[in-house]
C-alpha cells in the first residue's frame, strides 16, 4: 500500500468517524459541518473529472450544483403545494427519483453545454463555460415561480426509503455513502482504458487523434459525467440546507469548486475530501472571528500553488504516484 493510499484511508475514516463520535456527545452542529464536507467533496469529486483528468478548466460547474439543487426544490414544492408539473407529474419527495431527476437533467445540460464549450479550449473555453454559468444564473433570478432572488424553501428534508433523513447523522450517512460510491466510480474511470485516453488528450491531443481516438468525444463524455456527479451533489446540498438559491448558480460556487481541488491535489482521488476539509475547517473556525477569513485561505492557497502543487495529500505522500 503506497503512502497514498493510507493518506486516502484516514481522510474516509477520520470523516466517517468525527461525526459519529460528535453526534454520540450530542454535537448535531458538528454533524452538519461533516455533512457539508461530504457534500462539497462530491461536487468537487464531480469536477475533478473534467479539470483533473481532463484537464478542462471549467468556470461553469456551478450549473449543474444549482441544477441538482432546484430539481430537489422544485418536485418537493410541487410535493407540498399540490399542484402538478409540466406533464401532468406531481412532483416528488423521495430523494432517489429527484436523484434520477436531477442526473438527467445535469446530463443533458452538460451534453449540451459540453458540446458547445469543447470547441474551444484554453481561456476561451473558461469563457465560455463562464457565460453559460452566469446566463442561467440570471434566469433563475428572474423565473418567480419558484421564488426568483429571493430562493426555494424546501419545509420538509426529502425522504430516503428506510433512513430517517431528519435525523443528523443519518443524512450524513446517507451523504458519505454517496460520496464514496462516486469516488469509487472516479477511481474506476481514472484506471480504465477511458480514463487512459482522456489523461492522454490533455497531455498531448494530436498523439491521441493519430491512433483513431476523437479527443473531443472523450472529453464530451468525461464533461457530461462530471456534470451529473455535480448535479447529485447539488440535490444532497438543496436537502442539507432545506433551502435552493440562485447562489449555487453563480461562478463563485465554481471558483470554490475549484479552490477545493487545488488545495487537496488536482486528479487525486481523495484530493476533494481533503480540500473540502480543509475549507469547511477554516471557514468554521475564522468565520466566528473575522469576516475576511478568505484572505487566510488564499494565503494557504497561495502557497499550495508556489510550493505544493499536488496539494494537500501530494505535500503529505511526498513523490509517491497517485493512489
Request: proline fraction near 3%; charged fraction near 10%.
Amino acid at each position: 500500500m503506497t503512502r497514498e493510499n493510507i493518506i486516502n484511508l484516514v481522510l474516509a475514516l477520520l470523516l466517517l468517524v468525527a461525526p459519529v463520535a460528535a453526534s454520540q456527545m450530542g454535537q448535531p452542529f458538528t454533524v452538519t459541518l461533516a455533512t457539508r464536507i461530504a457534500v462539497l467533496a462530491l461536487a468537487a469529486t464531480g469536477l475533478n473529472i473534467a479539470l483533473g483528468l481532463g484537464g478542462l478548466v471549467s468556470f461553469g460547474h456551478a450549473v449543474f450544483f444549482g441544477i441538482g439543487g432546484y430539481a430537489a426544490g422544485i418536485l418537493a414544492s410541487h410535493v407540498f403545494s399540490g399542484e402538478p408539473m409540466m406533464f401532468g407529474f406531481e412532483g416528488s419527495n423521495q430523494m432517489p427519483v429527484i436523484w434520477i431527476f436531477a442526473v438527467i437533467a445535469c446530463g443533458l445540460a452538460g451534453l449540451v453545454i459540453g458540446a458547445i464549450s469543447l470547441r474551444t479550449s484554453g481561456v476561451y473555453f473558461i469563457m465560455i463555460t463562464l457565460a453559460f454559468a452566469q446566463m442561467i444564473y440570471y434566469f433563475a433570478i428572474s423565473w418567480p415561480a419558484y421564488g426568483g432572488e429571493d430562493g426555494l424553501s424546501i419545509l420538509v428534508r426529502n425522504q430516503f426509503p428506510g433512513i430517517n433523513t431528519m435525523l443528523p447523522l443519518s443524512f450524513f450517512l446517507l451523504c458519505y455513502g454517496v460520496l464514496i460510491a462516486c469516488i469509487g466510480l472516479f477511481a474506476l474511470l481514472r484506471s480504465s482504458r477511458f480514463g487512459a485516453a482522456l489523461q492522454a488528450a490533455r497531455q498531448n491531443e494530436v498523439r491521441v487523434a493519430s491512433v483513431g481516438i476523437s479527443p473531443y468525444g472523450i472529453r464530451l463524455a468525461a464533461f457530461v459525467i462530471s456534470a451529473m456527479m455535480t448535479g447529485l451533489a447539488g440535490a444532497l446540498y438543496a436537502d442539507l440546507n432545506k433551502f435552493v438559491s440562485p447562489s449555487m448558480l453563480s461562478w463563485h460556487m465554481s471558483g470554490e469548486l475549484i479552490v477545493l481541488i487545488i488545495l487537496g491535489g488536482t486528479g487525486r482521488l481523495f484530493g476533494p475530501v481533503a480540500g473540502a476539509m480543509l475549507y469547511v475547517i477554516f471557514e468554521f473556525a475564522l468565520g466566528g472571528i473575522t469576516e475576511r477569513w478568505q484572505l487566510f485561505l488564499g494565503l494557504i492557497l497561495l502557497g499550495v500553488v508556489l510550493f505544493a502543487r499536488g496539494g494537500l495529500i501530494g505535500l503529505l505522500a511526498g513523490k509517491a504516484r497517485h493512489g
